[in-house]
């Protein structure tokens, strides 16, 4: 018996997807290539909000097209963002395997990492096909290496392995908020305050999508707790409600004479 697939959001008609996963697409019929594309789509559009029902998009492209290396991707990527990380490898490995690329071996260090595998995460890292990506994978994985290197207890290495060209040339590029938040961890890490507020406010600065919490980061290092900012409010209505009856009386005469 055939499972029952999940509704394709109002919208969504799979147009969404560029044009290299279109071409992998066109293995399948029309009919299915339509659909599977479809899935795909309403699992990028749902990730945040909704990752349960992203989640059923995901594994029902992945059953009606299960060597297709986007659809597999598309699952890993799910699964990544779940914190399902053992399950999110075998799919990367799988789209890995299938289409001969190696842009997923940063999620796949991350995921590494997840999962506790600080040495197999470096590792992986330092294999030859990491060393051939192109520039803005490279710098995703130089990213999540920094972080494998905080979780040892090596906040100066962390440092050092974000002290790569594309830092002086952040411009607006796709990851521009990123690298400029992991170097704002990781400075905070060797105890530089200073320069990790800094840089945080970079991030901020370029961070256009809120893909980090660097304003929240940012209070924090100023001393500013959300808490204390709501209770002040809470004062200033008080303040308003609470006036005497004596300065009520008076406010009134003032008005009853204008």
Same mark, same amino acid.
């Given at each position: &018996?055939?499972?029952?697939?999940?509704?394709?959001?109002?919208?969504?008609?799979?147009?969404?997807?560029?044009?290299?996963?279109?071409?992998?697409?066109?293995?399948?019929?029309?009919?299915?290539?339509?659909?599977?594309?479809?899935?795909?789509?309403?699992?990028?559009?749902?990730?945040?909000?909704?990752?349960?029902?992203?989640?059923?998009?995901?594994?029902?492209?992945?059953?009606?097209?299960?060597?297709?290396?986007?659809?597999?991707?598309?699952?890993?990527?799910?699964?990544?963002?779940?914190?399902?990380?053992?399950?999110?490898?075998?799919?990367?490995?799988?789209?890995?395997?299938?289409?001969?690329?190696?842009?997923?071996?940063?999620? &796949?260090? /991350?995921?590494?990492?997840?999962?506790?595998?600080?040495?197999?995460?470096?590792?992986?890292?330092?294999?030859?096909?990491?060393?051939?990506?192109?520039?803005?994978?490279?710098?995703?994985?130089?990213?999540?290496?920094?972080?494998?290197?905080?979780?040892?207890?090596?906040?100066?290495?962390?440092? &050092?392995?974000?002290?790569?060209?594309?830092?002086?040339?952040?411009?607006?590029?796709?990851?521009?908020?990123?690298?400029?938040?992991?170097?704002?961890?990781?400075?905070?890490?060797?105890?530089?305050?200073?320069?990790?507020?800094?840089?945080?406010?970079?991030?901020? @600065?370029?961070?256009?999508?809120?893909?980090?919490?660097?304003?929240?980061?940012?209070?924090?290092?100023?001393?500013?707790?959300?808490?204390?900012?709501?209770?002040?409010? /809470?004062?200033?209505?008080?303040? /308003?409600?609470?006036?005497?009856?004596?300065? @009520?009386?008076?406010?009134?005469? /003032?008005?009853?004479?204008?």
């Amino acid at each position: &018996m055939r499972r029952k697939e999940p509704e394709i959001p109002e919208g969504i008609t799979g147009k969404e997807l560029d044009r290299a996963v279109w071409h992998q697409l066109r293995t399948l019929t029309k009919e299915n290539a339509e659909g599977v594309a479809q899935h795909l789509a309403a699992a990028a559009m749902l990730l945040e909000d909704e990752p349960d029902l992203a989640l059923d998009h995901a594994q029902t492209a992945v059953r009606r097209a299960g060597r297709v290396p986007a659809a597999r991707e598309a699952l890993g990527l799910v699964l990544y963002r779940r914190g399902e990380f053992s399950d999110a490898l075998r799919e990367f490995r799988t789209a890995r395997r299938l289409s001969g690329s190696d842009h997923l071996l940063p999620y &796949m260090v /991350d995921a590494e990492r997840g999962l506790g595998r600080l040495e197999r995460a470096l590792e992986l890292a330092s294999s030859p096909e990491a060393k051939r990506l192109p520039e803005a994978d490279n710098i995703e994985l130089a990213i999540v290496v920094s972080g494998v290197r905080r979780d040892l207890g090596q906040p100066e290495a962390a440092l &050092m392995g974000l002290r790569i060209p594309a830092l002086n040339k952040l411009g607006r590029q796709p990851w521009a908020a990123r690298l400029s938040y992991a170097y704002a961890e990781a400075l905070l890490a060797t105890g530089d305050e200073d320069g990790a507020h800094e840089w945080f406010s970079k991030a901020l @600065t370029l961070d256009a999508q809120q893909e980090t919490d660097a304003a929240e980061r940012i209070a924090e290092l100023e001393g500013v707790v959300l808490e204390d900012l709501l209770e002040g409010e /809470d004062d200033i209505e008080l303040g /308003d409600e609470d006036l005497s009856e004596d300065e @009520t009386a008076a406010t009134g005469g /003032d008005d009853q004479q204008a």
